[in-house]
Each structure stands twice: as structure tokens, then as C-alpha cells.
């Protein structure tokens, strides 16, 4: 009788020992899964203004105010984007400015150019383009909006970010509007 006892005994402790284990280890999966989610969340909300720069931006409007536009599907065409990846390589110069270099492309040329950000809470969204300059290949398309783009960009003294987007602005009302390229 003892033996049957002990072998009922033991199996349902088996048993229970199995239920448990199951429990414990969805709750464990459970609480990982939150504890990484919440720690991206985190990751993401404490990021610098040039982290969250530091992307390829492709060109959706290009606002001169001159009259002279071009549509969505001129900048597809073109392939047009702006790179300020390596913002996130970010570099003080000899007079204790804080500079990176950038590119952009707009089906042609390549542009390039030095920018530095106020990355400061509380000082605005400032930025600056300069040392604009430009590859010298000889393109028959494009060429009116890389010249207008490049000409333009070191007006580009404000930025705004809004999610996915980014919007520079000049003194003077012109605006180039951009979405990330690794907004999906």
C-alpha cells in the first residue's frame, strides 16, 4: 500500500512540478519581452538631436519661392537624398566647432559639405551648411535641381524633425522638406 501511495504521490508532484515550470517559463518570456521593449523605448527617447538627424533623407519638396517646382516623382526619379549619417561621427574642429561632413545626391553629381547642429536642449534647432561643393560630371538630366538644391542648401539655417520627417528652413521662407529613408 505504501508503494502505491508513494508512486500516486510522486506523479502528481511530477505533474504539478510540470504546471509550474510551464507557468514559469511564459511568465519568464513574458517579462524579457517587456524588459527589452521598454529599454528600446527608453533608447530611443534619449537620443541627441544629432542621433536623431544622423539619417539618409529623401527629398519630397523643395520650396524656393520662386515659382519653379518640381514634383515627387522628379525627386524619385532622381534618386534625390540627403546623408547626415555621419552626424553620429561628429567632430570638433580648431576653433572648437562641432562639425561632421555630409553628402547629398540629387541624379547626377554628388554634393558635399560640412554641417554643424546646436545639439543643446533649449538653444533651438539651428544648423548650418557650408563648404558646399560639388563632383563636375556632365549630366543632361537633373542638373536644373542639383543646381537649385545645392545652391540653396547653405541658406538652410533651421530644422525641424516631426517623427519620420525633416524640414529645413531659410530666413527668408524657402524649405526643403525630407522623410527618412528607414521610416518603414
Known sequence: MVD???YYFLSKLKQEMTTK???LSVLLIFSTTILFSSCKSNKMANLT???KLARVWMLTDLN??????FSKEDFVKAGAKLDLTKLKEIT???EGKRIAQGSAF???NTIFFTISTN???NSGNTINFSQVGMTRKACQENMELETRFSKNLSDMIEYQLDGHFLTLSSV???RMKFVAQDWD
Do not use: H, P, Q, R
Not at 64 to 69: E, P, S, Y
Open 4 to 6: 502505491k501511495v508513494d
Open 21 to 23: 515550470s510551464i507557468f
Open 49 to 51: 538631436e544629432n542621433e
Open 64 to 69: 524656393l519661392n520662386d515659382g519653379n517646382n
Open 92 to 94: 570638433t574642429d580648431l
Open 106 to 108: 540629387m541624379g547626377c
Open 119 to 121: 545639439d543643446k536642449a
Open 172 to 174: 527668408d521662407g524657402k
